[in-house]
């Protein structure tokens, strides 16, 4: 069992939990959104993320997880480390000696992803222990209001393609793989939630029986999980759960999504599997943000015209999404009212 820290619940005034979508390179906007928070004077409690979310949720909990001090990282270091992200070198294409001329192509249409994921796990772990982090252990909350297996500042979404079912980790690691929570490492739980299917190999888990799983993107089952860390026991909310997601606003009718611009050059597949992908994301967008009492407390960032995929993002570009993301959310702190919501959404709470 890995020593769970003495961490204070003791909570400042401004506190809230945080629900990051995914969105691919668009996670810049994300940063900007947290920021943005940060500067408002917020302090993180939990994230629940997805794909890119969880990637950004990540570094956040590491970077909050010292309370009540506050953050490790100032708003500049994380804004910092968004516009460097090292998006090219995510592409490690996966070698083939089968058909060398096709090898990435080949192993995607197999269903094991044109690129290895490998370049991205052992980034975010690199970056997770300079913040002091490993394990989900290491995020662990001494909150005796949440349940036993929730006690963590960050959640990852996943979904489990062997068993099919969405999971979420660490919650679901000792229920369903009979795993202890706090030895996994986050770095796996991350990429697995950012294995897009056919582009990025998927991970593979094995768990206490022996039996193995394959995870892929949550993205692709609940892309934005805003419920995830809301109360469950009807007792009023101790502080506001902010979603933040990113989307691509639609062209006019007939002219398509100006985002969806091919990456890679093979006809039909980019294309296919951009749109299909983008179509899976943006209607549990759409769904969720129709609800009023989500719609209420999201943040949304317009990240269109840049693909999600783009991983040869420009610096233009990225400087773009992350001051849509942070100017989104002082828009939204601008007319947020903490009681007005209480009083519509949660009247009838105890």
């Known amino acids: 069992m890995a020593h769970r820290p003495d961490t204070s619940t003791a909570v400042p005034v401004k506190t809230a939990d945080l629900v990051l979508s995914g969105g691919g390179v668009k996670g810049i906007g994300l940063v900007g959104a947290v920021v943005a928070l940060n500067d408002a004077g917020y ?14 949720g990540a570094v956040i909990a590491a970077a909050n997880r010292r309370q009540p001090a506050g953050s490790q990282l100032s708003g500049d270091q994380l804004r910092d480390l968004a516009m460097s992200l090292p998006y090219r070198k995510f592409l490690d294409p996966v070698r083939t000696s089968r058909v060398p001329v096709l090898g990435k192509f080949w192993t995607a249409f197999h269903g094991q992803g ?15 222990r300079n913040l002091g982090v490993r394990t989900f252990g290491d995020l662990a909350l001494d909150d005796r209001e949440l349940p036993l297996e929730q006690r963590y ?3 990852v979404t ?11 980790l660490p919650w679901d690691y000792r229920r369903t793989y009979g795993l202890d929570p ?23 888990i094995t768990g206490a029986a022996g039996r193995t799983s394959t995870l892929i993107d949550g993205g692709l089952l609940s892309n934005f999980p805003m419920y995830s860390l809301d109360r ?12 933040i997601t990113v989307t691509a606003q639609r062209a006019a009718e007939g002219d398509g999504d100006p985002s969806l611009a091919p990456l890679i050059d093979l006809p039909g597949a980019p294309r296919l599997l951009e749109n299909l992908i983008n179509t899976a994301l943006l209607g549990h967008d759409q769904t969720y943000l129709r609800q009023p009492s989500v719609a209420a407390r999201t943040i949304v960032v317009d990240a269109a015209g840049i693909g999600y995929l783009n991983f040869e993002i420009s610096q233009a570009d990225r400087q773009t999404l992350y001051d849509n993301g942070y100017s989104a959310a002082k828009q939204f702190l601008s007319t947020w009212d903490w009681q007005a919501y209480l009083h519509r959404f949660h009247a009838g709470s105890t």
């Open 43 to 56: 302090h993180v409690g939990r994230v629940s993320g997805t794909s890119a979310g969880s990637l950004v």
């Open 158 to 168: 996943v979904a489990d393609v062997t068993r099919g079912t969405l999971v979420r």
């Open 232 to 243: 469950t026991d009807g007792k009023v909310p101790r502080w506001p759960s902010f979603g």
């Open 182 to 204: 706090d030895e996994q490492p986050v770095a796996d739980a991350v990429s697995a939630s950012m294995a897009i299917p056919f582009f990025f190999r998927p991970v593979t």
């Open 153 to 155: 500042r960050l959640v």
């Open 114 to 128: 044109m690129y290895r994921g490998d370049f991205i796990h052992d980034w975010i772990d690199g970056e997770l």
